[in-house]
């Protein structure tokens, strides 16, 4: 009898690989450590990749059918509440990156590639599941829990995230790197949001070690907030509440109308985040990492998810593409590494020059995006929206 793959990790990342795999009829099981299969926090935006990837998985349609369909990407001075570029998402962009650009809710995404697996009956999720050891024969794995049980299969998934037990032993490389930025995140119903902010669009307020990220979510019913300040915080935090006047400090120097946005938000949770240096190795034998515990990244490109959606129909297609397990996963590797760590050295990028900057680092952002045009915009961000991630002679688009 041939093992099935075990995934450690049941967020957007595990199940997506259990839900890719079990599109090539590979059978998998997935240890979550949670005692329900859930996904907390609310919006996310999905590049035109990360809709590559929906269809790729079978839930595109579903995807589309939830998804809020924002008309432009917005970013403002924080400043002096100037515009300093818009990228419209219309139908030359669509055109042009073959998807469309959209926010959807965590919990739908992970709620339907959930219900994916289940359809499929190739997929056996356990929960109360805690991942904490491999070890490894030359012809299967043997996952370790905490609790003292284990189970085997043909490969090992960590898919735990930012924290994976996998990934430390695999490369022993410590502790994730805290930024020291903090992100507050909120979720109000339409009515309380000023007016004039009620738009259609993802609207970045960009100032001195700070921004603001305002979306509609839930078919406009509600808007989803985002601050971030940089606040030198040395503890990683993951979902803390916290209280109002926490989240206002520092914001004395922004535009009124930015500050707003802040004034209206309610029953804040905080996260500190974290990233990790890019590595070039992420399989072991018979193991692989795979969405944060591969490549964690800040979540200023906006990309986190979708490189966990990628990594998971890579992992298929390289499953598909031969039955030697070891090789499967180096390809799948191969396929991923340089693309996953361009978008993690990106995401630091765009926080220090574009989001957060300071004077003159500020005038340099605004003199050169106020000349881009939306080709300018198209011909930036090509490599990372029109491709799935994959090589041309695996499919790759
Ligand atoms: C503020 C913020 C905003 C973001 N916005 C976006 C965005 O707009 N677009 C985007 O694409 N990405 C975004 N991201 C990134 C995205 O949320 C993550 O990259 C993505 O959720 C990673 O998925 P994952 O499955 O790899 O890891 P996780 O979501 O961390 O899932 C890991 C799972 O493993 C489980 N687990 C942990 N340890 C164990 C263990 N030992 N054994 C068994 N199970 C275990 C956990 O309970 C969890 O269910 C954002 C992130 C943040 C913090």
Sequence with gaps: MTHPVLIAGGGIGGLAAA????????????LEQASQMAEIGAGIQIGPNGFHCFDALGIGPQMRKTAVFIDALRLLDAQTAE??????????????????????????????????????????????????????????????????DQ????????AEGLRSAIRAQMLQDGEPIVSGHTTYRSVIPVDRM???????????????????VHYPLKGGSVFNLVVTYHRDVAEAVSGRSVTHEEVAVGFEHIHPSARAVIEHGSDWKLWVLCDREPVSRWTEGRVALLGDAAHPMLQYF??????????????AVAFDSTHDVETALARYQAM???????????????????????????????????????QDWYDQLTWIYRSNGLPPEMGGI
Aim: charged fraction near 20%; include cysteine; aromatic fraction near 4%.
């Design 302 to 315: 906006a990309q986190g998810a979708c490189m966990a959606m990628e990594d998971a129909v890579a992992l």
């Design 336 to 374: 991923r590494m340089t693309r996953t760590a361009r978008v993690q050295m990106n995401s630091r990028l765009i926080g220090d020059y574009i989001y957060h900057p300071d004077d003159a680092k500020a005038a340099v952002r605004n003199e050169v995006m106020q000349g881009m045009s939306p």
């Design 151 to 158: 189970i085997t299969g043909r490969a090992l998934i960590g």
């Design 83 to 148: 515009e300093i570029t818009r990228i419209p998402l219309d139908a030359p962009f669509r055109a042009h990156f073959g998807n469309p650009y959209a926010v959807v809710h965590r919990a739908e995404l992970h709620q339907l590639l959930l219900q994916r697996c289940i359809d499929s009956g190739l997929v056996d999720l356990r929960t109360s599941q805690s991942a904490v050891s491999y070890s490894q024969d030359g012809t299967s794995v043997t996952l370790h829990l905490s609790g003292g």
């Design 194 to 212: 000023p007016e004039d902010l009620r738009m259609n669009a993802a609207t970045l307020w960009a100032g001195p070690k700070c921004h603001i």
């Design 19 to 30: 839900a890719a795999l079990a599109g090539k009829g590979v059978p998998s099981v997935v």
